[in-house]
């Protein structure tokens, strides 16, 4: 059994879409563990109740970025991940935290990276008139919302679309494509070869 750790800070319905497909389709693997930088972050609740090992560490309780990432990655190791997944944990995480999980650290992003890394991204998105937008799985290398690309899905962007509506039609893909592709992780059917991430099986690796 693989064991993965989710990292949120806020709803965690990506956190939630990973634990209920890992349960409905019997992966191999099992959520250990949801620790937010946040304690009020409303999925640590959700969690508790499915019987999840629910932490915080709260990120104003550290003065240095490095010494939050310290209590953040001791927190994890706990609970001695094959898979840590990010699942909309908003703070930038250092290099050496990065490094410490390299090859085992999954990021979702609301944008077709590397268009539009950072924040606000449906705000830039509309303001550059974009008639197609979408959600990037990503392993997390230093570079921040850069990495080997998992799976991305593709969203139209339709007329009088505000940030509102089209990031909840994101949203509703990144409910599809962040467990496909942690259950891939699981499955051992990711290959990354020169920076470039292939299924083994051959599946898309683009939702339409
Ligand atoms: C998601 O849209 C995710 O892509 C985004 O935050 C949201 C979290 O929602 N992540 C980022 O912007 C990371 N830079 P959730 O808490 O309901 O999963």
């Not at 250092?94 to 990276?113: C, E, K, M, T, W």
């Not at 990037?136 to 230093?142: A, E, G, I």
Request: aromatic letters at 6%; a neutral charge; charged letters at 20%.
């Amino acid at each position: 059994m693989k064991r993965i750790v989710i990292l949120i800070s806020g709803r965690g319905s990506n956190m939630e879409a990973i634990v209920q497909r890992c349960a409905e389709q019997s992966w191999p693997a099992q959520v250990v563990a949801v620790i937010a930088n946040r304690p009020e972050a409303g999925g640590l609740a959700w969690a508790a109740a499915q019987g999840i090992a629910t932490t915080a560490v709260d990120h104003k309780a550290y003065a240095a970025r490095e010494a939050f990432d310290e209590a953040l990655a001791e927190a994890i190791d706990t609970h001695r991940p094959d898979l840590v997944v990010l699942a909309g944990f908003m703070r930038v995480l250092g290099s050496d935290f990065v490094q410490h999980y390299a090859g085992r650290l999954f990021n979702i992003h609301p944008s077709l990276l590397p268009a539009f890394a950072g924040l606000h991204t449906h705000r830039r998105a509309l303001a550059a008139g974009c008639k197609a937008v979408g959600a990037t799985v990503h392993f997390v290398t230093t570079e921040l919302d850069h990495g080997p690309i998992v799976m991305q899905a593709v969203v139209p962007v339709r007329p009088g679309d505000d940030e509102a509506v089209l990031a909840a039609r994101v949203l509703a893909t990144e409910h599809v494509i962040y467990p496909l592709s942690v259950r891939w992780f699981v499955e051992g059917k990711l290959k990354v070869d020169g920076g470039l991430v292939v299924q083994s099986d051959g599946a898309s690796q683009v939702l339409l």
